[in-house]
């Protein structure tokens, strides 16, 4: 069964530094998303992405996150000058048409840390 | 703000009984509901979905039941099996969107 891949299953990296998290999405999904999980709290939406622009994203997706599709397989979610409080789980999602009537499917996840 | 609301973090039930997890949500324009099932150091898995105009779905040993005038749905699953057991989350999303409002999950345990 296809499925989403992220990578790196963990990352750690120091606050203030910049982090690439990469995602693949299932191969004939046409929007893709970003989750995450900070520890002991729900997962929560940062942003959707279709047709190679954003369209919606949460109040927590503010400007030192970005998100990219560089190739025809990849998205990738950027995270500059990371700060203690990003540590968490990050999901990337996918699903063939928008949220309404249509699953999402998740990879596995990046824990990310940050020192 | 807890738009989508699951207030039982945990619920045990023995192996071949029933387990049901309950969801509560807030938002009226939500119109399409899904829960997902997740092991540690997994992601979500989608396990089964239902849309407003429906009052249940069924998919193997798992129904989805809606009650839109209480806010409530219900995930049943019959009988209960040991790989069961895992964290529950409710999800929400509103036709006019694609964000999924998660719950805090239902940790179940099934237990031989």
């Known amino acids: 069964e296809p499925e989403v891949t992220q990578t790196p299953s963990h990352q750690v990296t120091q606050m203030g530094q910049e982090v690439i998290l990469r995602c693949v999405p299932i191969s004939n999904h046409l929007y893709f998303y970003w989750y995450r999980q900070i520890l002991g709290q729900k997962v929560e939406f940062l942003v959707s992405f279709y047709n190679n622009e954003i369209s919606e994203k949460s109040e927590i997706f503010d400007d030192q996150f970005s998100v990219e599709r560089p190739d025809g397989s990849n998205f990738t979610l950027k995270i500059r000058s990371t700060k203690l409080e990003d540590s968490a789980m990050y999901f990337c999602a996918s699903s063939p048409i928008g949220s309404s009537n249509q699953p999402q499917h998740f990879g596995d996840g990046t824990r990310l840390s940050i020192l | 703000d807890q738009q989508v609301k699951q207030n039982s973090p945990s619920l045990s039930v023995q192996e071949g009984r029933i387990s049901i997890l309950n969801c509560d949500y807030t938002n009226s324009m939500f119109d399409y509901f899904l829960w997902y099932k997740k092991y540690p150091a997994e992601g979500p898995t989608f396990l089964i979905s239902?849309?407003?105009?429906?009052d249940k779905n069924e998919d193997g040993r798992f129904t989805v039941f809606l009650n839109k005038s209480a806010k409530h749905l219900s995930l049943h699953i019959v009988p209960s099996q040991p790989g069961d057991s895992a964290v529950y989350f409710c999800?929400?999303?509103?036709?006019?969107?694609?964000?999924?409002?998660f719950g805090k999950g239902t940790s179940l345990l099934v237990t031989p």
């Open positions: 239902i849309s407003s105009i429906k």
């Open positions: 999800a929400a999303s509103a036709i006019s969107g694609y964000e999924l409002n």
